[in-house]
């Protein structure tokens, strides 16, 4: 019996390392692509941008344009989008009133913005009021994603 177990454990041992021995495949790997200087523009705007309240109105109704320093456009894949609103607080205890940021968000995977954001928004634009295109996801004529750079409108 552990002369039987004993040629078990040799015929593990022996099978294992006929494993190990095996040939590997060279593996070639791809080198990295470099991703291209990218803008993010709305309307002619791009970065961070000071507007009016009636010019915000009317950018948030454009679409989102990706493009790099050649001027090709970039498919848009989504993006996240942020709306910082100042609002009026009272305080219970003291009655006293103070500016706070209200902020909502969501992720978006088409551009312009959906008609309930653009009615909401558009009734609401006031001065010191922020929105934030970020995380913006696009994708080369090769299907190859990328991030973009971040947009931020402030309204004066």
Excluded: H
């Excluded at 950018?59 to 344009?65: E, G, K």
């Excluded at 090709?72 to 709306?83: A, D, K, N, R, W």
Aim: aromatic fraction near 10%; charge should be positive; include cysteine.
């Amino acid at each position: 019996m552990k002369k039987i177990i004993t040629q078990i454990c040799f015929a593990i041992i022996a099978l294992n390392s006929v494993q190990a021995q095996r040939r590997q495949l060279p593996v070639t790997l791809k080198p990295p692509v470099k991703a291209p200087k990218l803008f993010t523009t709305i309307g002619k705007f791009k970065d961070t941008s000071t507007v009016t309240a009636q010019l915000a109105d009317s950018l948030i109704r454009l679409s989102l344009q990706i493009a790099d320093i050649k001027k090709l456009p970039y498919t848009l894949t989504s993006y996240q989008f942020l709306y910082k609103q100042m609002v009026t607080t009272e305080d219970e205890q003291t009655g006293k009133t103070s500016k706070v940021a209200s902020i909502k968000s969501s992720l978006f995977k088409a551009s312009p913005l959906p008609t309930l954001w653009i009615n909401i928004l558009s009734e609401n634009i006031k001065k010191g009021d922020e929105f934030f295109f970020f995380d913006v996801i696009v994708k080369d004529a090769k299907g190859r994603f990328m991030y973009a750079p971040n947009l931020k409108l402030i309204v004066e």
